[in-house]
């Protein structure tokens, strides 16, 4: 056989292989800014989901076990960990298909504009955690990004929309089971204060004929659907989730990662499912992430009450009550005036003069009447 035949093949697979892949060393090479691990088997959303019954869903394809960002002189490169990838079983152009990740970002910035919803997740961000932009994060087919298209989008909250190009490049690291979004530090404010954003990593299952891009869940949940119930352990869970359901408002999202000062090392997955489970069923809304803590009322009264009482030609008694009354939430502040009460009495020492006197006059005129 010819060497050349065979050599000639290999030098052009070879040459395909390396213009294809997709390039690491922005991420090899950039400096950590962030790094969040998340518990494993917490994909579960609310506590109690499962995973759509096809084979093509392997375990932990929707558990979050990691989170970072991470700059070079030129990008924001944000790293999303899986505990498995899942094989890209539909070949999506950016080395995965299975998995929708979307990134809220509150920024330190003041005045600028922000949002509270979410794409499709049936959640609400909370206030004070509201988003200046979202990286949204898809398999890649065609030119328009989601949740139109299938194209992972850069969104600010004043609604424009950045799609994947040269600047904001995305692919699959397969061997750190990682989904590597590289974004031109030009495209994201900030940049001097990413230790300081408030974050929010939601991971959801992709369904590019889903509403929004977004799997949707069930009661029994199917082939192509989440199941609400596969993990709940009371009547009362499978009856309110049945109503989420039919209203909504069931969350869609499998696992969440939080990072922001108030919580440097994630959040714990049993306060996952306490978020995820906020949805009002009777008021019909959507759960809010990060959940509202509202702190149990602690009230500290003081009451002081001073008495001075002086004797002089009036009695007079001043009575000072100030009471203090303090909720976590609300101060209020109770200061009465101070109460004055005066009593009359009377001065027996200019009575008792007087009647002396008066009793010196009738003994003298009784005297003198006598002498006549």
Known sequence: MNPKLVIVPLAVMLVLVL???PTYSAAANATPQIIVSDPTGDDRGPGYYGYPSNSVFKPGVFDL????????NTDVIFKVYVKNLGDNPWKGPNGFCLQYVQIYVHTTLQGVESR???????LMIRSDYAW????LLAPGWGNDPVPKGQRS???YANGTVVVQDDKFKVYADPNENAIVA?????????????????????????DGFGPMKVRQAGVKGGEWVLNATKYATNKETIIRIGQAVAKGIEPLALDLLVYSPQYPNGISASLQYKWLNTFNVT???YAIVPGISIAPKTVTETVTQTETSTYTTTLTQTTTKTS??????????????????TKETTNWTATGAAAIILFIIGLIIGYLVKRR
């Open 116 to 122: 509270m919803d979410t794409f499709g997740l049936h």
């Open 324 to 341: 203090t009354t303090t909720v976590t939430s609300t101060s209020v502040s109770v200061s009465p005036s101070p109460t004055t009460i």
């Open 19 to 21: 213009l294809t892949a």
């Open 65 to 72: 076990t990691k989170f970072e960002i991470l700059t070079n």
């Open 182 to 206: 590289v974004i031109s530090k030009n495209l994201i404010p900030d940049v001097d204060n990413i230790k300081n954003w408030k974050i929010i990593v939601l991971l959801a299952s992709y």
């Open 153 to 155: 989008a850069l969104i």
């Open 132 to 135: 200046n932009f979202a990286v």
């Open 283 to 285: 008021a019909g809304t």
